[in-house]
T-cell receptor, first 113, second 112 residues
Framework: SQTIHQWPATLVQPVGSPLSLECTVE??????LYWYRQAAGRGLQLLFY??????ISSEVPQNLSASRPQDRQFILSSKKLLLSDSGFYLC????????????FGPGTRLTVT | KQEVTQIPAALSVPEGENLVLNCSFT??????LQWFRQDPGKGLTSLLL?????REQTSGRLNASLDKSSGRSTLYIAASQPGDSATYLC???????????FGKGTKLSVIP
């Protein structure tokens, strides 16, 4: 069976500090990978997606970036955090088949102070 | 631009009641629609996936229907239980897109 991991689970960072959130998927190969942000009172917002190693597409221009150094690893980064970066960050994956059912990780709660 | 709306935003029902959650979308050119459940502070759990060519899907006490032409989907929960209390999210994938567009969810409370 497939499992998706995210860490850390919770993070409190000061404004201007760097960020690195990691997501890994087990039990599958060549998945599509996604980063979403869920802010209080708002819906889920797609930030980045990747269909292969080194292939990153950005949906929302901002001070965040994503990388996919390995097939099942997806990293979300920032050089300098803003207060508005606070939120719940979710990683998701789906198989590259005809159904594209998406599965989500447990999330990382980021608070920028 | 696709927009997904879920009504009501919150719903409270007594245990044992059957209930319906609604989802509407503005662009009917969808590839599929997915219903999720989210518990407080947790990730999303996939409940049901309906392909655009399908009319409904069932899993246990859950039944989801899709009327693509009218831009509507419903999630029917039979014999509700306190453990069903959570936020339910609807999301659609456009044809030719990797992106899921989410509604803001319906927060369900099942009272014992």
């Amino acid at each position: 069976s497939q499992t998706i991991h995210q860490w850390p689970a919770t993070l409190v960072q000061p404004v201007g500090s760097p960020l690195s959130l990691e997501c890994t998927v087990e039990g599958t190969s060549n998945p599509n990978l996604y980063w979403y942000r869920q802010a209080a009172g708002r819906g889920l917002q797609l930030l980045f997606y990747s269909v292969g190693i080194g292939q990153i597409s950005s949906e929302v221009p901002q001070n965040l970036s994503a990388s996919r150094p390995q097939d099942r690893q997806f990293i979300l980064s920032s050089k300098k955090l803003l207060l508005s970066d606070s939120g719940f960050y979710l990683c998701a994956w789906n198989r590259q088949d005809s159904f594209y059912e998406q599965y989500f990780g447990p999330g990382t709660r980021l608070t920028v102070t | 631009k696709q927009e997904v709306t879920q009504i009501p935003a919150a719903l409270s029902v007594p245990e044992g009641e059957n209930l319906v959650l609604n989802c509407s979308f503005t662009d009917s050119a969808i590839y599929n629609l997915q219903w999720f459940r989210q518990d407080p502070g947790k990730g999303l759990t996939s409940l049901l996936l309906i392909q655009s060519s399908q009319r409904e899907q069932t899993s246990g006490r859950l039944n989801a229907s899709l009327d693509k032409s009218s831009g509507r989907s419903t999630l029917y929960i039979a014999a509700s239980q306190p453990g069903d209390s959570a936020t339910y999210l609807c999301a659609v994938r456009q044809a030719g897109s990797y992106q899921l567009t989410f509604g803001k969810g319906t927060k369900l409370s099942v009272i014992p």
